[in-house]
C-alpha cells in the first residue's frame, strides 16, 4: 500500500472516530447560526466566525456581546479568556504526534472535543498513522461545525420546529463519549477521586450557570484533589 | 460587518489558534531537543485527563434540566458505561447511551402529549 493510501485510511479512521463528536456539534453549531443571524449578523458571517475563531462557548459569547453594544476590545479579550484553557492541550498531544509543518495550520483544529478524542485514542493508533488521523478527525469535525452554522442560520428556526427533540437527544452523544473516555482513567485511588471531584466541580460550575469557566476551574480542583490527597500504594479504587 | 468587527473577529481568530499551536510547538521542539519523552512536565500529564472529566461534567449537565432529563442521563450513561466495560470500545457504547436516552425522552413524550 503506497503511503498516499496509507494517510487517507489513516484520515478516513480519524473520521470515524469523529463521529461520535457529531452529536454535540450539529445541535450546536445549528444554535450558533440561528443565534448569530437573531443577534444580526448574515449566514455568511456567522459561518466566517465559525471557520476563524471556531470555539463554540466564545462564539456566542462573541455574538451576543457585540449584539449587545459591547465595546469591541471588551468583547475580543473575554473570548480570547474563554478560550485560555486550550494552552494545555497542545502540550500533552506533543508526545503523541509527529513532528509536521502542516502544524501551525492544522492546531486549529484543536477544540476540547478534538483534544480529548485525541488524547484518548492516538496511544492506540499506529505512529506513522497519527498525522493523518488527526488529519481526518480536526477537518471531519470543523466540515461539520461550519455547514452547522450555515444551516443553522439559514433553516435554523424550521430545522428545530420540524426535528423538536434534535436540540435535547443528540447531544447526549458527548456525554457518553466523554464517559467512555474517561472511565479508563480510574485506576487507582488517587485518580478515582481526582476525577470524580472534577466531573462534579464541572457539574455544579454549569448548573450555577458558569459554564465558560467550568472547564479550567473544575480541572484545578481535580488537580488540588489529586496533589492534596494521599492513599496507601497499590490499593486500587 | 463594519471593519472595526472584522478585526474583533480576526483578533479572537488568531489569539485562539496562537494559544492553540504555541505550546504545541514549544512541547514538539523540548521533545526532540535535550529532554527526550519525559519533557512534559507532571502537573500537564495530569491536567490532561482532568480537562477531559471537566468537560464531561459540563456535558452531563441536559440541555433543559428537569427530573425526567436527568433521569434519562443516568440510565443513559449506565448503558454506555456497561457497554463500554463489555467493549472497551467508543462507538456502540456512545450509540447505546444515546438509544437509552432518546428512548426515555420520547417516551415521556408521547405518555404526556398521549
Redesign the interface.
Same mark, same amino acid.
Given at each position: 500500500m503506497s503511503h498516499r493510501h496509507a494517510r487517507i485510511n489513516a484520515a478516513l479512521r480519524g473520521a470515524r472516530?469523529g463521529?461520535?463528536l457529531l452529536?454535540?456539534y450539529v445541535p450546536v453549531s445549528l444554535s450558533f447560526g440561528l443565534v448569530a443571524t437573531q443577534a444580526g449578523?448574515s449566514p455568511w458571517?456567522a459561518a466566517?466566525?465559525s471557520t476563524?475563531?471556531?470555539?463554540g462557548a466564545?462564539q456566542f459569547l462573541?455574538v451576543g456581546m457585540?449584539a449587545a453594544g459591547a465595546p469591541?476590545w471588551l468583547?475580543?479579550a473575554l473570548?480570547?479568556l474563554i478560550?485560555?484553557?486550550?494552552?494545555?492541550?497542545?502540550?500533552?498531544?506533543?508526545?503523541l504526534?509527529p513532528?509536521s509543518r502542516h502544524?501551525?495550520w492544522l492546531?486549529?483544529g484543536?477544540t476540547?472535543?478534538v /483534544? $480529548?478524542l485525541a488524547?484518548?485514542?492516538l496511544p492506540v493508533v499506529d505512529e506513522r498513522e497519527r498525522f493523518g488521523w488527526f488529519l481526518g478527525a480536526a477537518l471531519m469535525a470543523w466540515a461539520v461545525w461550519i455547514i452547522g452554522t450555515v444551516v443553522g442560520a439559514v433553516a435554523g428556526e424550521a430545522v428545530t420546529a420540524y426535528w423538536p427533540?434534535l436540540?435535547?437527544?443528540?447531544? /447526549?452523544?458527548? %456525554?457518553?463519549? +466523554?464517559? @467512555? !473516555?474517561?472511565?479508563?482513567?480510574f485506576t487507582d485511588r488517587r485518580?478515582s477521586a481526582?476525577?470524580t471531584v472534577?466531573?462534579?466541580?464541572?457539574?455544579a460550575?454549569?448548573?450555577s450557570g458558569a @459554564?465558560n469557566v467550568?472547564?479550567?476551574l $473544575?480541572?484545578a480542583c481535580?488537580?488540588l484533589c /489529586?496533589?492534596t490527597l494521599r492513599f496507601p500504594a497499590g490499593r486500587c479504587a | 460587518?463594519s471593519t472595526?468587527?472584522w478585526?474583533?473577529?480576526?483578533?479572537?481568530?488568531l489569539?485562539?489558534?496562537l494559544?492553540?499551536?504555541?505550546? /504545541?510547538?514549544? !512541547?514538539?521542539r523540548r521533545?526532540?531537543a535535550r529532554e527526550g519523552?519525559n519533557?512534559?512536565?507532571g502537573?500537564? $500529564?495530569?491536567?490532561?485527563?482532568?480537562?477531559?472529566?471537566?468537560?464531561?461534567?459540563?456535558?452531563?449537565?441536559?440541555?433543559? %434540566?428537569s427530573a425526567l432529563?436527568w433521569l434519562?442521563?443516568a440510565l443513559?450513561?449506565t448503558a @454506555?458505561?456497561l457497554l463500554?466495560r463489555r467493549t472497551?470500545?467508543?462507538?456502540w457504547?456512545?450509540a447505546a447511551?444515546?438509544s437509552v +436516552?432518546?428512548a426515555i425522552?420520547?417516551l415521556s413524550?408521547v405518555v404526556i402529549t398521549g
Open positions: 472516530d463521529i461520535p452529536g454535540g449578523f458571517e466566517v466566525i476563524l475563531i471556531y470555539a466564545s462573541f457585540v469591541l468583547v475580543v473570548t480570547l478560550n485560555v484553557r486550550h494552552v494545555v492541550y497542545g502540550p500533552n498531544l506533543a508526545t504526534l513532528r502544524w501551525p492546531m486549529h484543536l476540547d472535543q /483534544f $480529548a488524547l484518548t485514542r427533540l436540540g435535547d437527544i443528540m447531544p /447526549f452523544a458527548l %456525554p457518553a463519549l +466523554f464517559l @467512555t !473516555m474517561t472511565a479508563p482513567r485518580w481526582a476525577l472534577t466531573v462534579l466541580a464541572a457539574m460550575l454549569s448548573l @459554564t467550568a472547564i479550567p $473544575a480541572a481535580g488537580a /489529586f496533589y | 460587518m472595526s468587527l478585526l474583533a473577529v480576526i483578533a479572537s481568530a489569539g485562539t489558534l494559544m492553540r499551536v504555541v505550546p /504545541f510547538l514549544w !512541547m514538539q521533545l526532540s519523552p519533557a512534559l512536565p502537573w500537564l $500529564a495530569v491536567l490532561g485527563p482532568l480537562m477531559i472529566a471537566a468537560v464531561l461534567g459540563v456535558a452531563i449537565v441536559p440541555v433543559n %434540566p432529563s434519562a442521563t443513559g450513561l @454506555t458505561l463500554w472497551r470500545s467508543l462507538g457504547p456512545v447511551g444515546v +436516552f432518546g425522552m420520547l413524550q
